[in-house]
């Protein structure tokens, strides 16, 4: 069994920031690409940022600037910096990794965490 848990979610000022972690436990054998998704109320589930295995990075343009994702491949965590929030950074965050769990390779998601920024 293969779990991604996600931390760091709550209410902040707009202006503000918060420290999203993921953390995957259980049978691994390799992490590949990790991801941060969101989704708003009333809209499609859209990706945030990206980071592969080797560092690399990608992001949307809302939070480019922004928002930094980083991981640590000892502790199999993924983390979102998100500085400057804004109201529409208001969102369910999910984590999302492809995992090597020594019988094939699949895609998990956490079970998301709340952000709100208030005006």
């Known amino acids: 069994q293969v779990q991604l848990v996600e931390s760091g979610g709550g209410l902040v000022q707009s202006g503000g920031s918060l420290r999203l972690s993921c953390a995957a436990s259980?049978?691994?054998?390799?992490?590949?690409?990790m991801r941060w998704y969101r989704q708003a109320p009333g809209k499609q589930r859209e990706l945030v940022a990206a980071?592969?295995?080797?560092?690399?990075?990608n992001y949307a343009d809302s939070g480019k600037g922004r928002f930094t994702i980083s991981r640590d491949n000892a502790k199999n965590t993924v983390y979102l910096q998100m500085n400057s929030l804004k109201p529409e950074d208001t969102a369910v965050y999910y984590c999302?990794?492809?995992?090597?769990?020594?019988?094939?390779?699949?895609?998990?998601w956490g079970q998301g965490t709340q952000v709100t920024v208030s005006s």
């Open positions: 259980g049978s691994i054998f390799r992490i590949g690409d």
């Open positions: 980071v592969t295995s080797g560092g690399g990075t």
């Open positions: 999302n990794a492809e995992i090597n769990n020594y019988r094939d390779l699949r895609n998990y």
